[in-house]
């Protein structure tokens, strides 16, 4: 269970952790070396043996007690933001590059063709993308507040979910943690989830508001006849696709109470109608984690804000 529950939260863990980490990715150089000599765990101090069992293991840097915060004032998602922002200000926070132009090519390739070595066609697709464009800390924090004051605009708030059905991306981080900005819980699924996973998912948290990508529009629509509880839809716009207007056109006709806007106008309207934070606690629900559903019908796991920032603390710590 630990194993698999790590496997769940390591995704968010890792965003959280390259988010705070000051460095320009110009000049950063990785190289693989040992910069701390071993012990790097120790046994915990009077436990119990246990037969069949080994003794509990800590962090050598943290032997008498778990850690649950990285530093004094963080004790949720939502206090990672506030605080990058007020220690790294202007410095580059996260990047993120858009699609300038496909490019489609034909080539010959040898395939085997009935036990006969062929010359075929096969199709090839290029993305050709702009440079990286940077938002600073303080910058990225706005974004955040803005992204949840719309919300807030459209009617959304705590204990409301909002599901995340798309590919991890500047905009995917952004409407997470501007939902969380406003006590909301986020609920997660793999972007290559299937239509009864993503109905599984979505009749089990009740999430009023997605954001999807752009192409994922037609398996959301087949779900929402069961998914009553979605009432916003907001699209990417950072993708590598773009919204398709027969699936607007096929929306509308079969759900026209829904309410379908872009990741900018979802900002603009909280731009355009600021309200203040709602800052979360740290037992309240910060993510619902859906599994890929490989084994059968995918499974939710909670996590709280405490949760997510204990797992987090022992690497971010060493970066604040």
């Not at 698999?4 to 980490?21: A, G």
């Not at 012990?39 to 436990?47: A, C, D, I, Q």
């Not at 004032?73 to 410095?91: L, W």
Request: proline share 6%.
């Amino acid at each position: 269970m630990g194993i698999l529950l790590f496997s769940y939260i390591f995704p968010l863990l890792l965003l959280l952790f390259l988010f705070l980490s000051n460095m320009s990715s110009k000049t950063a150089v990785f190289e693989p070396r040992m910069v701390k000599r071993p012990p790097f765990t120790v046994e915990v101090s009077g436990s119990p043996q246990v037969p069949g069992e080994t003794i509990p293991r800590r962090n050598a840097n943290f032997p008498s007690k778990l850690i649950s915060q990285p530093v004094e004032g963080i004790d949720t998602i939502f206090d990672f933001v506030k605080y990058a922002a007020s220690k790294f200000g202007n410095q580059n926070a996260v990047g993120s590059r858009t699609l300038l132009k496909k490019h489609h090519e034909t080539k010959k390739v040898k395939k085997m063709v009935n036990g006969e070595l062929q010359h075929v066609d096969k199709s090839w697709t290029y993305f050709e993308l702009s440079g990286y464009k940077y938002l600073s800390y303080k910058e990225y924090e706005t974004q955040v507040l803005q992204i949840g004051a719309g919300f807030r605009k459209l009617g959304l708030n705590a204990p409301d979910r909002v599901h995340m059905f798309a590919s991890t991306s500047a905009h995917w981080l952004s409407v997470a943690h501007g939902a969380m900005s406003q006590s909301m819980a986020i609920v997660t699924a793999y972007d290559t989830l299937g239509e009864e996973g993503l109905r599984h998912s979505l009749l089990a948290t009740k999430a009023k508001a997605i954001f999807l990508e752009p192409h994922l529009l037609k398996t959301l629509i087949s779900t929402l006849k069961d998914a009553k509880s979605i009432e916003f839809i907001i699209h990417n716009t950072d993708s590598e696709q773009e919204i398709r207007q027969e699936d607007l056109d096929v929306l509308k006709a079969s759900h026209d109470h829904l309410t379908v806007i872009s990741f900018e106008e979802l900002r603009q309207l909280g731009e355009s109608n600021p309200v203040p934070a709602t800052p979360p606690k740290p037992e309240d629900l910060a993510c619902i984690m859906y599994t890929s559903g490989s084994a059968g019908t995918p499974k939710g796991v909670e996590l709280k804000h405490s949760n997510v920032v204990a797992a987090g603390t022992p690497p971010i710590s060493r970066n604040l």
